[in-house]
């Protein structure tokens, strides 16, 4: 007799289809009730509830949380300004320049400005304001109620920016505020008596991103910030490829489960504890491309490696023991972003070194793993996986991410990477986290 042996990778191989054919049997039946179930509330919303306006889906449904007043993915933002600026003319600018502003279409490029989302039989939906009104949103600095003191320097800047993060939202109101100090006294600059204001913006990411963002900053002020716009990929996917990537979408998912089990994690967050905002000085980016080009690398690969590096030093600087690697959550723009108030990119779930022999083999170490990333489906699976969890109910799409993103023992580090601003590093006692805020931006005319 004589024994047949299978080479591994042929065993793996057979494994591997087998596991996605069991998970296909699994999943479909569940998805085909999920999109009846929706159908079915998409024909009752019409008739019971009009006011209404659509489904919340894809990455906008990501950021949102079982109760409609819960702040857990905020973006603030702080700018300085010359002279004594009010609260109207803030208004002004937002009501003749964004509020009124429609595309080619004919349709209001930031309707998301003057809706809030709601919840029907599971489902999260936009609904309009009716009552909507500037006065409401766009106001003088008024959260001592919530024992924040009003930011008049740059020491109370920064603890009341930290606190804004998770600070409550007005369930019946969009979620997004800016908030007005006539008068603000910046440490630094020409003239330390010349007169500053200070105008801070949270918006809740639901809403819009980081481009769409800093896009809306460029209508309101009327100024040139330049976004760069992402690159679309020249690889072109084969439609055998597609048809590869759809039978074997739950290998690559399952994947993606060990950085979430592993408990490899600092902390988890603790609401009862106050966080900690912090920002680096300004770094020229003439400065991040002379590391690119020294050392040949990529300029993603200098932010993020200086970034791990960054938190690394504050571990140690607390007395901690550094773990070698770290679990990170990466957002990538997605080419030919659409504008407006809309979230338009992708979630890449990655490893990155973080107690390294030196910051040149973390640096290095780095760079091979984003270009591994850039070759990989793990992008793919992360985009496709987020719109299909958009067809859920709210409820089920909190349950599957909260625990990997806040709360549970699997917490993953988010790293916001935007084109303009440098990334905010927010602490807690024992924990560190990178937090979806964008450095304060300074110098803006009206």
């Known amino acids: 007799m004589h024994s047949i042996t299978f080479p591994r990778r042929s065993v793996r191989m057979i494994g591997t289809v087998i596991f996605c054919f069991a998970i ?81 279409k004919g349709k209001l490029v930031y309707m ?117 716009n992402a690159l679309r990929n020249v690889t ?28 490899r994690y600092l902390n988890k967050q603790d609401p009862t504890k106050h966080r900690i905002y912090d920002t680096s000085e300004s770094i020229p980016v003439s400065t991040i491309k002379k590391i690119k080009d020294k050392h040949e690398v990529d300029y993603a690969s200098v932010l993020h490696s200086s970034i791990t590096g960054g938190i690394c030093e504050s571990l140690e600087t607390l007395k901690k023991t550094p773990p070698k690697y770290i679990d990170l959550v990466v957002t990538l723009a997605l080419p030919d972003h659409p504008g407006g108030a809309s979230n338009h990119m992708r979630f890449v779930s990655t490893e990155h070194p973080l107690k390294s022999v030196s910051s040149l083999d973390r640096l290095h170490v780095t760079q091979k793993i984003l270009r591994k990333v850039g070759t990989n489906w793990s992008s793919l699976v992360s985009l496709n996986f987020v719109k299909i969890l958009g067809i859920f109910p709210v409820t089920i799409v909190t349950k599957i991410l909260f625990p990997c993103s806040k709360m549970g023992q699997a917490a993953l580090y988010q790293l916001y990477l935007s084109p303009l601003a440098g990334n905010s590093l927010t602490m807690q006692k024992s924990l560190i986290c990178m937090s979806s805020q964008v450095q304060p931006l300074q110098w803006v005319s009206l």
């Open 236 to 263: 072109q996917i084969s439609l055998w490829d597609k048809y590869k990537f759809l039978y074997l979408f739950p290998y690559e998912a399952a994947k993606l489960l060990p950085g979430m089990l592993r408990g």
């Open 112 to 228: 998301k400005l003057s809706q809030f989302w709601t919840s029907f039989l599971g489902f999260a939906f936009w609904k309009t304001d009716k009552s909507f009104s500037l006065s409401n949103h766009v106001r003088k600095y008024d959260h001592e109620d919530a024992k924040l003191p009003t930011p008049n320097d740059e020491t109370s800047l920064k603890e009341v920016m930290a606190q804004l993060l998770t600070l409550p939202w007005n369930p019946n109101r969009s979620h997004w505020e800016a908030l007005i100090v006539s008068k603000y006294k910046r440490e630094l600059g020409p003239g330390p008596h010349d007169p500053y204001s200070l105008v801070i913006i949270r918006m809740d990411h639901s809403i819009v991103d980081a481009i769409s963002f800093l896009g809306l900053l460029r209508v309101l002020f009327q100024s040139p910030f330049a976004i760069p």
């Open 24 to 104: 296909h049997l699994i999943v479909i039946p569940i998805l085909l009730g999920v999109f009846l179930y929706r159908g079915l509330v998409a024909v009752l919303v019409k008739f019971l509830r009009p006011d209404l306006d659509s489904f919340v889906t894809g990455v906008d449904l990501s950021f949102l949380s079982n109760d409609p007043q819960e702040a857990v993915s905020s973006i603030v933002t702080s700018l300085i300004v010359n002279g004594n600026v009010t609260e109207n003319r803030i208004r002004e600018m937002y009501q003749e320049r964004v509020l009124k502003l429609k595309d080619s």
